[in-house]
């Protein structure tokens, strides 16, 4: 069931939701998400990266029939780039009009100068003011990449959905945009931001649950093929590695062996691979030959002692 808006009315309405996009959570991220929309707070989501946190923003887009707004963040970024500027071209455009009319009146100019007409909306300013009218979902993505005064200027958005521009005023949310943040946590976020959010710490799923990830985002692969490569990379998480791979990096190689015409794994096809898997070259180079036979092996293993579906 869903309630007015299309927001759903429970935590089985949101399973289904995410099920109906191709998302495999477990019940405590619905609960999670249930209660971030019902209760119209931001959810914040860490974990590693490849773990699936930014896609849950993109899918509850696409269920919820909303557009969604993403803000990548990254060092450096400011106001300018992620919540408004002023269109500095078309104002000196203005000013030169005004002049040649002969328009006088330099109140009346700077206050024609600094209207909407001339307002760059960037991604958070759309978010509480959506040119459709209809609340966004907004996806502030990589919060940790940002640097910390960034992070504290959330904290008005995040309170009471308004931005203020000096020019014009606070401009604030009639209806606030469903909010959802993701970190890596490269760095760590700072508790006044993490009040303002429900939290919920996205972990590597179990066997069972990338198994059923990586069958519903590549249906085309042999039953056999993806039970060798979910269990390969559960086992290769053992490993001590500078990066480990995350589900992104399963269904990517599972993609990789089918485009090869790969209907089970070896250790050549394996060391061959392994930079889908593995994006660090040390990383590469620890697994690559004699651990790369040692973890298939060890797949191979669980494999056997496994359960036949």
């Known amino acids: 069931m869903t309630e007015s808006g299309g927001v ?14 191709s998302y495999i959570a477990d019940r405590a991220l ?25 896609e849950v923003g993109k899918v509850l887009a696409k269920g919820l029939g909303r557009r969604l707004i993403r803000l990548q963040c990254y060092e450096g970024l400011d106001v300018a780039s992620a919540v408004y500027e002023w269109d500095y071209a078309r104002q000196m455009i203005e000013i030169r009009l005004a002049e040649a009319s ?9 206050r024609n100068l600094f209207s909407e007409n001339f307002l760059i909306r960037r991604p958070l300013l759309e978010a509480i003011q959506p040119s459709d009218g209809i609340a966004p979902v907004l996806l502030i993505d990589e919060l940790d990449r940002a640097d910390e005064p960034f992070e504290a200027f959330l904290l008005e958005l995040l309170s009471d959905f308004q931005i203020t521009v000096p020019e014009l005023g606070t401009l604030k949310a009639e209806e606030p945009p469903v909010v959802v943040i993701t970190s890596n946590r490269t760095r760590e976020i700072h508790d006044a931001l993490r009040r303002r959010c429900f939290y919920y710490w996205l ?14 985002r590549v249906p085309e692969a042999a039953a056999g093929l993806l039970r060798q490569v979910v269990a390969f990379v559960q086992q290769l998480r ?68 496994a359960p036949s579906e």
Do not use: C
């Not at 002969?102 to 700077?110: C, F, H, K, L």
């Open 102 to 110: 002969g328009q006088t009146d330099r109140t009346q100019i700077e």
């Open 238 to 305: 053992n490993v001590e590695l500078f990066k480990l791979p995350g589900v992104a990096e399963s269904i990517d190689w599972t993609r990789a062996l089918m485009a090869l015409g790969k209907d089970e794994l070896d250790g050549a096809t394996i060391d061959e691979t392994l930079g889908v898997l593995l994006k660090y070259e040390e990383d590469v180079g620890r697994i690559r030959g004699t651990q790369a036979q040692a973890t298939l092996a060890e797949a191979q293993r669980e494999l056997a002692v």
């Open 8 to 21: 759903p009315g429970s935590v089985d309405s949101v399973l289904e939701l995410l099920q109906g996009q």
């Open 203 to 216: 972990d590597y799923p179990d066997a069972a649950r990338e198994l059923e990830i990586v069958r519903v």
């Open 30 to 54: 619905a609960t999670a998400i249930h209660l971030s929309l019902t209760l119209g707070r931001p959810l914040l989501l860490e974990g590693e990266a490849g773990v699936g946190k930014t």
